[in-house]
């Protein structure tokens, strides 16, 4: 744990055998571990040794995360943390800022595919995360929902640039410049971050609830 | 006259003489010459031998544009054109956009500073608008305002990013980007060109009140 | 319907169980569904409920779009979209704004692979599009033939650059550059972006046959 | 107020009469102002107006900020904001976030040059800053410092990429890069941003007070 | 004398005084020397030394070129080279590679601002070029007049992409993107540089009189 | 034929049943096709037709080039083309160019791998190749070999950027970006066209064998 | 040997057949060869070579390099070289530069994974490499490790940015600015250029041994 | 001093004052100051300074770097650095580096404008330069000389891409890209960064001469 952030292993770039041995090291000695961008086959296999040696695997498919724990999630402290995204394309970032801001001890609410034709659902949404202490919003192609979001609400709106688009600057590069540009305050984060935004509004959240930590 | 588009001088990038020299060849021969982009002093020269040479000169200070002219303006067709800009610098962009709609015989209906901190004069500019054959939407930074223009409308919308705004992509290119991405219905030109914008939509203008030209 | 344009699904970047579900849903609920970029098997199992269900599916290969219906298509309004292409690369595209034309009520005219190598056919071409509302224009590589034809007609020209093109700039940027750089009067859309150009030229075709829609 | 942001005028890209135009009949409305990047003359105006009327009127030279105000500043609602800077060359943008953070009532501690040359000044500036809510590290070159900052506090952290260096990617470009990419926990705002760093930094501080708001 | 080519002296990014001597050094050692890119007044002052020491200066303004010379210039080979220009502003760059190519012993014939609004003049001014061994063609913005021309004569076609222009790749690289991509046969040099062109077009020339140099 | 070069088809990006079909077209209908970026599959299948209707067919694997033929190749005119390569991976773009110049009528003399680890065969290389009218150098990486090449001969360079390389700018773009920047005197085409270099360079060297064509 | 550095051979961008032959030919011919990013079936091919021709051959599947010898490595000559990466995806990179490093003469000391989470075992790892004539520091996502080291030892630090991340300048690119743009003192090489590290910091350690070489 | 190397001022983006001030803070403080960077104006104030505290200060007009001093310089040990630039334009960075170089203990030898056009003053400033342990090559536009050099000696060569030259990749992106690409042995810093290679090399050069330091 770094300053109250869990330490969690990035699958991308890892050779197979590689993460799986890191992945089993770090639960078998802090009792939790955490993996992003994990192939499906690897929580395969991390299961089944789960299985030998007691010790329990969750895998998220949509977000490509794995958590595997002898010991339990952290108590929830309190702090709320609403999860918006533009489209469905959007939903593996989200779901991976979800499960991060859960395991910092979070209550997540979330609201996917409320931008472009799901508009209507905007401001359903939104009212039922009233209360919420940080709010992160997950876009693609041009990236205007985070600031739709931040002209209705005052707490905070963290950006998240989604790499779904094609064409000319659509890598989600026109969604990043589009959130750095904004007339609305907002924070981002990398293209396709769900992990840092999660961690960043976690943060908030539970700051929200306690004057020293 | 190109296809039904006057032809319009570009001042940028032309020495002072040349340029002057141009301008009045232009006005002597045809009888009326629009130009872009033209210094003040370019416009006092140029007025100077208009009241020698017994013709008219108009200079439009915003949009540093100016219309030399013997021969009346073209006759309106009935053709409406609705212009709308996100914030106050945009307008230089707009203004020349103007000139040449209505130099192309449209009427047209201005809304000025609607984005942003002026979003709530949106609703009643487009319903001032009402009637409109396509409409123009500048916007600098992240350039959201023709994509929600768009959804608003059932004419069609032409973007023109703007050259403001500081840092990453600061200078249109996050504008161009988001418009170009927009999950709305929108066709864009290049940043800044207010010419092409305004001949652009005085072609639909144009077509929507009579079949042939 | 949004201001007149139709909700198509987007294919691209959603996974097969989903997008199927998505499509479904849309032709029992409204009666009438089109998908762009869609695998060809999706296509298949979608037919396979349509006769089932009863309702129809066509299949265009070449844009790799889908429109399944129940309703029968829109009534022609009596407007014309002109569609051409430079090469034979830029197909695809053109088809796909082709469908999304004629959905909206448009008659469309094409003619394909007039650029370039076949440039002897484009005069012959223009003059079978005589009467057109507005033209679509898509090109690859230097991305020129949007330029040569709005020089040519007075209705308004949309340009659409196609990602075909190999070394700097090959996918497709040169082809935007030029056509935001033209001299002549065209507005573009994004790379590849077939179906905003073919809704917008509807757009213009639609409100050049009547005043108020 | 939007969303409990006070209004900011941007004076960049605002020609001068308009600009005083713009801050007088805000003043005059609303009884407070905000303007940033401002030059000096117009300040100048200003305050001769303010004498005039009976309002105030500070400059703050560091940022090119002004405040003009008929009605007090906002109470300290118990918030922190902590704002650090590598080099001085940033010290201008970290001023107008310290502006803003105040005018949003927080309670603002600051310490500049604290990276490079100075990183002997982090431990102790930070033990100064300790119960802070949120943290604003603006640098600019390579930009380390928030990831530096980040790995040793538990409380969120933004960073704002400033645009001095010269060379490859010498205008924020590098300080903005290595932020998105940081393996530390961090969110950014554009190059240069120092109003939406304090405005973002000022809404989590003040969360950090109170349940709702 | 570099393969044929003289030294050319480039007058930008060096210093006055330095520029100056280097100048007089060459034509003193020589009997000839060429700079491009010369402010004028650095022209004054070589034009005064020229009169005192006897030797012969020409300044072309256009081009901001200066051949001092005590040597009369290299006997005319045969060689042909024709050089058009799109616009008016690509004039400059025009008349840096019709100064080289000359010194290198070529007849040159221009046609200036034949592109866009003179494309009529494109006709009669090819035909009067009828011959030349080599073209080259300037083109600023969308830069397609060398693929025009290369696709009109037999004779190789280099093309100068020219830094006019405003906007995205404004600054002459959709120029340079285009003639890259283009369909036609033609060779590219960099942005502006008449330099090269000249050079290279001569070489061409040249080598289309003599079998060996 | 258009201006003397022969239609050539591109392969790339046309789908397998088209891209046969147009080459049986034009081997049917003008007496010769050649196609450039022509998988091999293809080239198998036109041999099988070749022998059928009694025409033939040769494949060039390096250069991914076919040309079928019942016509014989045209005269050699006398005109002579040198090609280099720096290293073996740009032999494949070397030999697309040989093939055109080739089928333009010119004797080509090639020396590859003469750059880097081969630069000591330089030397003997350009004098094999003494005489020649036109040089086409392809290079990757840093792609300085055309520049060694024209400080060594005095007849025009056509460099050719090949996109080897790794890394930043390691698709061509450095030694695009070097060709065009270089000292030298050389013109250049797009990234891997060794097209466009043979057809250009066929171009120079037919005209130094006659005054007119 | 090219100024004392061994000649590498490329496998990337050749193909399986023509670079086993080039492998062979210079172990036969010069008695050692060493190979970079070479697939391991080739390798798999030499070593078959190998036994019957009565060469040695070692792989190195980390860094995908061959060294196949018949004479026996170089000697000793005392200088050492440290190498450091900030996490396990920049290994392949590091090992790379171990090879070269130790093929010319230099002892090398590794320390692997010592950023980000593992930077509590970064001041141990120096310690351990006291005496070390250069160190070579691979990172990738933001690249602060060399300048971190760079700080804290007094003798030459070459950073090697790393390709690995994603998002925004996910590929080295953020690496690669924030080294060059760094207040600390290193030079960088080009993104995992493994070899050129390797081979410039043996050049310093044989440098610090001897007085000339 | 950090790590060997001393503090230096850099004198760009800081005013007037506060750069006067801190230059006479450091050399009050320490003895010694240097700064590059510096404006005229700046030094000739600090040598009024200098005049009533007594100490000194030297302006080297071409680097804008001054060194003020009340201590001797440091001592030479012996290490000597060969500085080299392609042209006259590129100097003003090689001094740069030769004055830190200098202030780190080296004995420099310089050879300026040994590129290009004086390329035969190559093999001459070498042979002058032999038995220096480290090179330093400066160059703009194409860059290419570092990698020539380092193909002729055996000791480390240290590339600076200038930012001279104009058009694509002329403010030393193009030199930066062949330097990051060479296939010889050299590594580079920042566009223009005299100051990190001056520094870097110092410290090859000593190591060269002690074991440890
Ligand atoms: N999806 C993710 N996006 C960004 N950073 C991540 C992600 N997952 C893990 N990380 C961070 O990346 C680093 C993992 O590095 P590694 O040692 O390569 O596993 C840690 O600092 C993690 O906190
Ligand atoms: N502000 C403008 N933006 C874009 N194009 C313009 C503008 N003003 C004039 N033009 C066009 O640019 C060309 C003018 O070229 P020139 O011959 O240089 O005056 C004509 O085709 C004009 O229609
Ligand atoms: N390898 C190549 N590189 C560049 N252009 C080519 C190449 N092969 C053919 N071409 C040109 O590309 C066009 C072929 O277009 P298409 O009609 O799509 O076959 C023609 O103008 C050819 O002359
Ligand atoms: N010309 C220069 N180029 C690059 N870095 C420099 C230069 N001059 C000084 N520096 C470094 O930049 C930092 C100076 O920062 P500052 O505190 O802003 O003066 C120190 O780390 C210096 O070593
Ligand atoms: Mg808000
Ligand atoms: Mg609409
Ligand atoms: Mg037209
Ligand atoms: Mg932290
Ligand atoms: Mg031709
Ligand atoms: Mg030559
Ligand atoms: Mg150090
Ligand atoms: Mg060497």
Same mark, same amino acid.
């Given at each position: 744990?770094?300053?109250?952030?869990?330490?969690?292993?990035? !699958? $991308?770039?890892?050779? #197979?055998?590689?993460? +799986?041995? *890191?992945? %089993?090291?770090?639960?078998?000695?802090?009792?939790?571990?955490?993996?992003?961008?994990?192939?499906?086959?690897?929580?395969?296999? +991390?299961?089944?040794?789960?299985?030998?040696? !007691?010790?329990?695997?969750?895998?998220?498919?949509?977000?490509?995360?794995?958590?595997?724990? #002898?010991?339990?999630?952290?108590?929830?402290?309190?702090?709320?943390?609403? *999860?918006?995204?533009? =489209?469905?394309?959007?939903?593996?970032?989200?779901?991976?800022?979800?499960?991060?801001?859960?395991?910092?001890?979070?209550?997540?609410?979330?609201?996917?595919?409320? !931008?472009?034709? =799901?508009?209507?659902?905007?401001?359903?949404? %939104?009212?039922?995360?009233? =209360?919420?202490?940080?709010?992160?919003?997950?876009? !693609?192609? $041009?990236?205007?929902?985070?600031?739709?979001?931040?002209? %209705?609400?005052?707490?905070?709106?963290?950006?998240?640039?989604?790499?779904?688009?094609?064409?000319?600057? =659509?890598?989600?590069?026109?969604? %990043?410049?589009?959130?750095?540009?904004?007339?609305?305050?907002?924070?981002?984060?990398?293209?396709?971050?769900?992990?840092?935004?999660?961690?960043?509004?976690?943060?908030?959240?539970?700051?929200?609830?306690?004057?020293?930590?």
């Amino acid at each position: 744990v770094r300053c109250g952030i869990p330490e969690v292993v990035l !699958g $991308e770039g890892k050779d #197979r055998a590689h993460l +799986i041995e *890191i992945i %089993l090291m770090m639960v078998r000695k802090t009792g939790r571990c955490i993996a992003t961008r994990v192939p499906e086959d690897v929580s395969d296999e +991390i299961r089944n040794v789960a299985a030998e040696e !007691g010790f329990s695997c969750d895998y998220h498919p949509a977000a490509r995360a794995l958590v595997a724990y #002898r010991l339990p999630a952290p108590a929830l402290h309190g702090g709320v943390v609403g *999860i918006l995204t533009a =489209g469905t394309s959007d939903i593996r970032v989200a779901e991976e800022a979800r499960i991060i801001a859960e395991e910092m001890g979070c209550r997540v609410i979330t609201a996917y595919d409320v !931008g472009a034709a =799901g508009i209507h659902r905007l401001f359903p949404a %939104l009212r039922q995360m009233q =209360g919420a202490d940080a709010y992160i919003v997950a876009a !693609g192609r $041009e990236g205007t929902l985070p600031a739709v979001v931040a002209g %209705l609400v005052s707490r905070p709106v963290i950006g998240v640039p989604v790499s779904t688009g094609y064409g000319y600057m =659509g890598q989600g590069e026109a969604a %990043l410049g589009s959130m750095l540009q904004s007339c609305s305050v907002i924070a981002v984060v990398n293209i396709d971050a769900g992990f840092t935004a999660g961690a960043f509004a976690a943060q908030i959240a539970r700051g929200a609830q306690n004057g020293e930590d």
